[in-house]
């Protein structure tokens, strides 16, 4: 069938306007798709890579001094490989010309020989040299968020003495790729850092020669850490273990997972959303651009192809649009996916970047690309086919206009005839026009998307900082301290206000289920650390029970009024049955609180602190921060300035990123329904309008009937979009609930307007397309031909 | 073709097109039907041509019952049996006059090179025009080309002057008179012209969805004599 093949090149040629329309929505699904499923795919497989190559560890323990030889009994306990032991010390730090408080984590590495566990990826510079005690290497996101290379020098106070130290080397660990300070939620690389230092030096400043504080264990393979942890913990307890604990409560780990768990969120159910629109856009144009050429299916009837042979031709056409939608698709898809995961590499300051397609999402792509654009073709060209050649040859039957509902209750006085075609022809084909809105309102509820991100990080910072944590600064002690410690800071010239805090680490137990996290014992009625409900109105903690996070309650699966076992992880390690009285609806972390004085109660200490929340007069901040780092009790600063920053930060990075990108191709899709259905209902009319422009009716005129149908769907389309779009939001606020964020649905007037507009520019720019087209109706020919 | 009836439902209006048609066509003659428009002429030709199935009565192409035949059959019998010319040449305006007749010939048995098809409606100076380069008369001795190419039995034309002025017209006549005259094709050709009754052997009478009379004519005219 050669003439038929040159038919279908000659055709594409001639539509290669709306080809390309379709094509570039569907570039938009198929793109989106794999960008995401192999920028996932590939973090996923370098993480993996990274730790194997890095030997990091899988289980970890910190306690307060054990002797080395312990060594030899936790090697025996079944299923240990590797074990390392380390000295870990909190140090605070001064970066020069960096005035803000900067706190640090000190880890030994063997002074011999390279770790055997969590080994260091060297960046720049040099490794240690055996037993110097002022040199250091430093993790690469502090030295980028400070610019420090190899050569530089930082101030350490060590165990009390100051102490300048010289940075050798620019590393990377797997232990640290997300390093957050003690008590803050999120990893902010300015404030805080990790330093590594040679073990024989950092164990005499801390008087830890032949013992350690810190270790982390490799199991063998197919082993079950619980049991390796729990012969741990018997162990250790004797010399102060506060609890052994698997890869996956790791910190970092937990970050990260928590992290790449959000983009798998957005890398999947996202892109499925937008190629099920994009799918469902190409049946719905294709279906009608097989539908325009329905005559010419009834000629290749008449003179005796089959309906099959027509459906292949149709097939073929169709294939052609859909691969190059397609090719185009996957192209894009690689070149965004390189590019994202190159960033997301940055990001995560991973070593090198795997990259990694997966056929599978190439073929899941094109599976639906194709099913999409074949049922469609296939359903018009069967509609078509259906028809004895005779009838199809002849114009679709303009049978069935009826007076719409207005002129039904008599109103049409008050609209023209123009107007009564456009109501008429919308009424006539309510599946058509039903589906032009729906796409239109897809487009419009994936733009929502992208701001309602922006709105709802806003609205937590508003209610995080501003509302529930009032605190300037929040200073963590070395030790729980007497309350007394207290007014040695309420004391400082330029603190306004302070608040002692008792936090405690805890596993929580409820039926089978448990968590670690810590227990915060705050004063009651708090003016600085307030506990919220869902309607951000004040929760009080009662003095015999425990209030949590709706979402901790949820992982423990525990109501108001059951009892919850409390496994203290510090001091003499009680286990203690508190009742949990409410919760509490944060968006960030889970924490769970009970008062101070019952906390204190319970863990039989006397009135003791070991933090502080404190307001500060802002332009004696800097002094403050003097003043606090000369004192040895305190061992971290937390500003609340620089944890907006570095929450914001983290935000920014990672799913806003993905956001944006979205409601780009939001926008895109947008145009590509609008301007599709509104090219496909002119050359459906165009004979109509013609005879009309005939008759006398303007330019102008004409335009109205035609344009005023798309206009009125645009319209229509804007409520289900606003809609669709909550309904999207709403399902991402709950595909993204982990145990770090809880992000709000909170939809701002500005997110529903942009989007609103997203699509009324669509909508004017397809109407100033068709505007011209319009011009080139043929006048004569409408004469010339029949009907 | 027996008692043939046929029922249009036009959205919420019924349209009885033909009321009990019976004519018989003979190898190798011209007939033509002529009618007033609304008669059921075109109805008729449709049916014959395998295009549309009747609402009662009886169809027979040689021995073969058309009127229960399901769609292959009747795809077949328009493949290989019956050639048809429009009255708005329907051409495939993609495609060139040459593709436009090899979209034809290449799905049949025996047909003449596309290029034979169009020397004998004498456009072989124009094989490589696309319909919108052709004159309308141009277009429908395309039309005939490609109706004659596949050497079909029967030959059926609606109202193929129809769209042309009456100098075209006789152009196109010619053309379909010698496929009639040189390959002994069945022709049958609607009009609502009478002048064009002339060059039939036999002229079928419609009116109303009857054949109203038939009239043999003992000399036919050739399509030079006519006129309109």
Same mark, same amino acid.
């Given at each position: 069938?050669?003439?038929?093949n040159?038919?279908?090149?000659?055709?594409?040629?001639?539509?290669?306007?709306?080809?390309?329309?379709?094509?570039?929505?569907?570039?938009?699904?198929v793109?989106?798709?794999?960008?995401?499923?192999?920028?996932?795919?590939?973090?996923?497989?370098?993480?993996?890579?990274?730790?194997?190559?890095?030997?990091?560890?899988?289980?970890?323990?910190?306690l307060?001094?054990?002797?080395?030889?312990?060594?030899?009994?936790?090697?025996?306990i079944?299923?240990?490989?590797?074990?390392?032991t380390?000295?870990v010390?909190?140090?605070?730090?001064?970066?020069?010309?960096?005035?803000?408080?900067?706190?640090?984590?000190?880890?030994?590495?063997?002074?011999?020989?390279?770790?055997?566990?969590?080994?260091?990826?060297?960046?720049?510079?040099?490794?240690?040299?055996?037993?110097?005690?002022?040199?250091?290497?430093?993790?690469?996101?502090?030295?980028?968020?400070?610019?420090?290379?190899?050569?530089?020098r930082?101030?350490?106070?060590?165990?009390?003495?100051?102490?300048?130290?010289?940075?050798?080397?620019?590393?990377?660990?797997?232990?640290?790729?997300?390093?957050?300070?003690?008590?803050?939620?999120?990893?902010?690389?300015?404030?805080?850092?990790?330093?590594?230092?040679?073990?024989?030096?950092?164990?005499?400043?801390?008087?830890?020669?032949?013992?350690?504080?810190?270790?982390?264990?490799?199991?063998e393979?197919?082993?079950?850490?619980?049991?390796?942890?729990?012969?741990?913990?018997?162990?250790?307890?004797?010399?102060?273990?506060?609890?052994?604990?698997?890869?996956?409560?790791?910190?970092?780990?937990?970050?990260?997972?928590?992290e790449?768990?959000?983009?798998?969120?957005?890398?999947?159910?996202?892109?499925?959303?937008?190629?099920?629109?994009?799918?469902?856009?190409?049946?719905?144009?294709?279906?009608?651009?097989?539908?325009?050429?329905?005559?010419?299916?009834?000629?290749?009837?008449?003179?005796?192809?089959?309906?099959?042979?027509?459906?292949?031709?149709?097939?073929?056409?169709?294939?052609?649009?859909?691969?190059?939608?397609?090719?185009?698709?996957?192209?894009?898809?690689?070149?965004?996916?390189?590019?994202?995961?190159?960033?997301?590499?940055?990001?995560?300051?991973?070593?090198?970047?795997?990259?990694?397609?997966?056929?599978?999402v190439i073929?899941?792509?094109?599976?639906?690309?194709?099913?999409?654009?074949?049922?469609?073709?296939?359903?018009?060209?069967?509609?078509?086919?259906?028809?004895?050649?005779?009838?199809?040859?002849?114009?679709?039957?303009?049978?069935?206009?009826?007076?719409?509902?207005?002129?039904?209750?008599?109103?049409?006085?008050?609209?023209?005839?123009?107007?009564?075609?456009?109501?008429?022809?919308?009424?006539?084909?309510?599946?058509?026009?039903?589906?032009?809105?729906?796409?239109?309102?897809?487009a419009?509820?994936?733009?929502?998307?992208?701001?309602?991100?922006?709105?709802?990080?806003?609205?937590?910072?508003?209610?995080?900082?501003?509302?529930?944590?009032?605190?300037?600064?929040?200073?963590?002690?070395?030790?729980p301290?007497s309350?007394?410690?207290?007014? #040695?800071?309420?004391?400082?010239?330029? @603190? =306004?206000?302070? !608040? +002692?805090? /008792?936090? *405690?680490?805890?596993?929580?137990?409820?039926?089978h289920?448990?968590?670690?996290?810590?227990?915060?014992?705050?004063?009651?009625?708090?003016?600085?650390?307030?506990?919220?409900?869902?309607?951000?109105?004040?929760v009080?903690?009662?003095?015999?029970?425990?209030?949590?996070?709706?979402?901790?309650?949820?992982?423990?699966?525990? #109501?108001?009024?059951?009892?919850?076992? @409390? =496994?203290?992880? !510090? +001091?003499? /390690?009680? *286990?203690?049955?508190?009742?949990?009285?409410?919760?509490?609806?944060?968006y960030?972390?889970?924490s769970?609180?009970?008062?101070?004085?019952?906390?204190?109660?319970?863990?039989?200490?006397?009135?003791?602190?070991?933090?502080?929340?404190?307001?500060?007069?802002?332009?004696?901040?800097?002094?403050?921060?003097?003043?606090?780092?000369?004192?040895?009790?305190?061992?971290?600063?937390?500003?609340?300035?620089?944890?907006?920053?570095?929450?914001?930060?983290?935000?920014?990075?990672?799913?806003?990123?993905?956001?944006?990108?979205?409601?780009?191709?939001?926008?895109f899709?947008?145009?590509?329904?609008v301007?599709?259905?509104?090219?496909?209902?002119?050359?459906?009319?165009?004979?109509?309008?013609?005879?009309?422009?005939?008759?006398?009716?303007?330019?102008?005129?004409?335009?109205?009937?035609l344009?005023?149908?798309?206009?009125?769907?645009?319209?229509?389309?804007?409520?289900?979009?606003?809609?669709?779009?909550?309904?999207?939001?709403?399902?991402?606020?709950?595909?993204?609930?982990?145990d770090?964020?809880?992000?709000?649905?909170?939809?701002?007037?500005?997110?529903?307007?942009?989007?609103?507009?997203?699509v009324?520019?669509?909508?004017?720019?397809?109407?100033?397309?068709?505007?011209?087209?319009?011009?080139?109706?043929?006048?004569?020919?409408?004469?010339?031909?029949?009907? | 073709?027996?008692?043939?009836?046929?029922?249009?439902?036009?959205?919420?209006?019924?349209?009885?097109?033909?009321?009990?048609?019976?004519?018989?066509?003979?190898?190798?003659?011209?007939?033509?039907?002529?009618?007033?428009?609304?008669s059921?002429?075109?109805?008729?030709?449709?049916?014959?041509?395998?295009?549309?199935?009747?609402?009662?009565?009886?169809?027979?192409?040689?021995?073969?019952?058309?009127?229960?035949?399901?769609?292959?059959?009747?795809?077949?019998?328009r493949?290989?049996?019956?050639?048809?010319?429009?009255?708005?040449?329907?051409?495939?305006?993609?495609?060139?006059?040459?593709?436009?007749?090899?979209?034809?010939?290449?799905?049949?048995?025996?047909?003449?090179?596309p290029?034979?098809?169009?020397?004998l409606?004498?456009?072989?100076?124009?094989?490589?025009?696309?319909?919108?380069?052709?004159?309308?008369?141009?277009?429908?001795?395309?039309?005939?080309?490609?109706?004659?190419a596949?050497?079909?039995?029967?030959?059926?034309?609606?109202?193929?002057?129809?769209?042309?002025?009456?100098?075209?017209?006789?152009?196109?006549?010619?053309?379909?008179?010698?496929?009639?005259?040189?390959l002994g094709?069945?022709?049958?050709?609607?009009?609502?012209?009478?002048?064009?009754a002339?060059?039939?052997?036999?002229?079928?009478?419609?009116?109303?969805?009857?054949?109203g009379?038939?009239?043999?004519?003992?000399?036919?005219?050739?399509?030079?004599?006519?006129?309109?």
């Open positions: 069938m050669r003439a038929l040159r038919k279908l090149w000659r055709d594409l040629w001639d539509m290669r306007g709306m080809v390309l329309a379709i094509a570039l929505v569907q570039v938009g699904g793109a989106t798709f794999v960008m995401s499923l192999s920028t996932y795919d590939s973090l996923l497989l370098t993480r993996d890579r990274y730790y194997r190559e890095q030997r990091f560890a899988e289980v970890f323990a910190s307060k001094r054990a002797p080395e030889n312990l060594i030899g009994r936790i090697q025996t079944p299923g240990v490989d590797q074990v390392q380390r000295v010390a909190a140090v605070r730090l001064e970066v020069p010309g960096f005035s803000d408080p900067v706190t640090g984590t000190l880890v030994s590495v063997p002074d011999t020989h390279p770790p055997r566990l969590n080994t260091l990826y060297l960046r720049q510079g040099r490794t240690l040299d055996a037993g110097r005690d002022d040199e250091v290497m430093i993790d690469e996101s502090f030295a980028t968020a400070h610019g420090l290379q190899p050569g530089d930082l101030t350490a106070t060590i165990n009390g003495r100051r102490k300048a130290l010289t940075i050798t080397g620019i590393v990377l660990s797997p232990e640290y790729i997300y390093s957050i300070a003690p008590g803050a939620v999120f990893p902010d690389f300015e404030h805080y850092g990790i330093l590594w230092m040679a073990r024989k030096p950092l164990a005499t400043a801390y008087d830890m020669d032949g013992a350690f504080n810190d270790i982390a264990l490799s199991l393979r197919g082993t079950n850490a619980e049991s390796v942890i729990e012969a741990l913990d018997r162990l250790l307890t004797r010399y102060g273990g506060g609890g052994a604990y698997a890869r996956e409560d790791q910190l970092s780990h937990r970050f990260l997972t928590e790449l768990h959000g983009l798998q969120t957005m890398a999947t159910v996202f892109p499925v959303i937008f190629l099920g629109v994009a799918a469902f856009l190409l049946n719905v144009v294709i279906g009608r651009l097989v539908a325009t050429q329905r005559e010419q299916i009834a000629i290749l009837k008449a003179f005796g192809y089959s309906n099959l042979d027509v459906g292949r031709h149709y097939a073929a056409l169709v294939l052609m649009i859909v691969c190059l939608g397609l090719a185009g698709g996957i192209g894009t898809g690689i070149w965004l996916g390189r590019g994202l995961s190159a960033v997301y590499m940055q990001f995560y300051h991973f070593p090198f970047l795997h990259y990694r397609l997966d056929p599978v073929g899941l792509a094109a599976l639906v690309s194709v099913l999409a654009g074949l049922t469609g073709t296939l359903h018009a060209v069967g509609k078509a086919a259906r028809l004895p050649p005779a009838e199809a040859m002849r114009p679709d039957t303009p049978t069935a206009y009826r007076p719409t509902l207005i002129e039904r209750l008599g109103l049409q006085r008050l609209f023209s005839q123009p107007t009564r075609m456009i109501a008429r022809h919308i009424e006539r084909r309510p599946v058509k026009s039903l589906l032009t809105v729906a796409g239109m309102a897809s419009c509820g994936i733009i929502m998307v992208a701001n309602f991100q922006k709105d709802a990080v806003r609205h937590m910072i508003d209610v995080q900082y501003t509302m529930s944590q009032r605190q300037d600064l929040s200073v963590t002690f070395t030790e301290s309350y007394k410690a207290l007014y #040695s800071l309420a004391g400082l010239p330029g @603190v =306004e206000y302070a !608040e +002692g805090v /008792r936090t *405690v680490p805890v596993r929580l137990r409820f039926e289920r448990s968590y670690r996290t810590s227990l915060q014992g705050l004063a009651p009625g708090s003016k600085l650390r307030r506990v919220l409900d869902a309607n951000l109105r004040r009080d903690i009662p003095p015999d029970g425990i209030v949590m996070t709706d979402y901790l309650a949820e992982l423990l699966g525990i #109501s108001p009024g059951e009892v919850l076992t @409390v =496994e203290v992880l !510090e +001091g003499r /390690r009680p *286990v203690l049955k508190i009742p949990v009285t409410g919760t509490t609806s944060e960030l972390g889970v769970a609180y009970l008062q101070r004085g019952t906390l204190n109660r319970l863990m039989q200490e006397g009135d003791a602190i070991n933090g502080a929340y404190l307001t500060v007069d802002p332009p004696l901040r800097d002094q403050v921060y003097r003043e606090l780092d000369e004192m040895p009790r305190v061992a971290g600063i937390l500003v609340r300035d620089s944890a907006i920053r570095s929450f914001y930060r983290t935000m920014e990075e990672t799913i806003l990123f993905f956001s944006f990108v979205f409601a780009l191709l939001g926008g899709i947008a145009f590509g329904v301007y599709n259905s509104a090219r496909i209902a002119l050359s459906e009319r165009d004979r109509e309008l013609a005879s009309l422009r005939v008759l006398g009716f303007t330019h102008p005129e004409v335009a109205y009937i344009l005023g149908e798309l206009g009125i769907a645009t319209l229509l389309a804007l409520p289900p979009g606003f809609l669709f779009g909550r309904l999207l939001c709403g399902y991402l606020t709950q595909a993204f609930r982990s770090l964020y809880r992000i709000p649905l909170i939809l701002e007037p500005g997110t529903y307007a942009f989007a609103a507009a997203v009324l520019a669509s909508a004017t720019v397809s109407a100033l397309m068709l505007w011209r087209k319009l011009h080139k109706l043929d006048l004569i020919g409408v004469l010339k031909t029949r009907e | 073709m027996l008692g043939l009836t046929k029922i249009y439902t036009m959205g919420e209006v019924e349209v009885q097109a033909l009321r009990g048609v019976d004519l018989e066509l003979y190898g190798g003659e011209l007939v033509v039907l002529l009618g007033p428009s609304g059921g002429k075109s109805t008729l030709l449709n049916i014959l041509g395998g295009l549309d199935t009747a609402t009662g009565g009886e169809v027979y192409y040689r021995d073969r019952d058309l009127t229960h035949a399901d769609e292959n059959t009747l795809t077949d019998y493949r290989h049996h019956v050639g048809f010319v429009f009255q708005f040449y329907n051409l495939i305006p993609s495609l060139t006059a040459r593709e436009n007749v090899a979209v034809v010939t290449e799905i049949v048995r025996n047909p003449m090179t290029e034979d098809a169009l020397a409606v004498n456009l072989q100076e124009r094989m490589d025009h696309f319909p919108a380069q052709l004159s309308g008369g141009e277009q429908q001795r395309v039309a005939i080309a490609r109706a004659i596949k050497n079909p039995a029967v030959l059926l034309c609606d109202e193929p002057t129809g769209a042309l002025d009456s100098e075209t017209g006789i152009v196109v006549l010619e053309a379909l008179e010698r496929a009639n005259r040189e094709t069945t022709t049958a050709l609607i009009t609502h012209n009478a002048g064009i002339d060059m039939a052997d036999r002229v079928v009478h419609i009116t109303n969805g009857h054949i009379s038939i009239q043999r004519n003992t000399q036919r005219k050739s399509a030079r004599e006519l006129s309109w």
